[in-house]
């Protein structure tokens, strides 16, 4: 569902693995609204940081695939 083009995705730091990917989806579908459950769920090893240590969420964005 999108809405004004925007889809709701996550990104993890860390390993990859089907139980963590059904604990994330258990804690969204428990404490957030409908609309704003991650689409998808991308696992990375590291997160990347800013000078100040913030995660660096333009790279993020960056790295998705342009769509319509």
């Known amino acids: 569902c999108r809405l004004f083009g925007v889809v709701p995705i ?3 730091g860390g390993p990859d693995s089907e139980e963590l990917r059904i604990a994330i ?3 969204c579908n428990e404490r957030l609204s ?3 459950r991650p689409r998808h769920v991308h696992f990375k090893p590291e997160l990347p940081k800013a000078a100040i240590g913030k995660i660096a969420k333009h790279l993020l964005r960056n790295e998705l695939p342009e769509t319509d």
Do not use: G, I, N
């Open 10 to 12: 996550a990104f993890v």
């Open 25 to 27: 989806d258990q804690v």
């Open 34 to 36: 409908r609309f704003k």
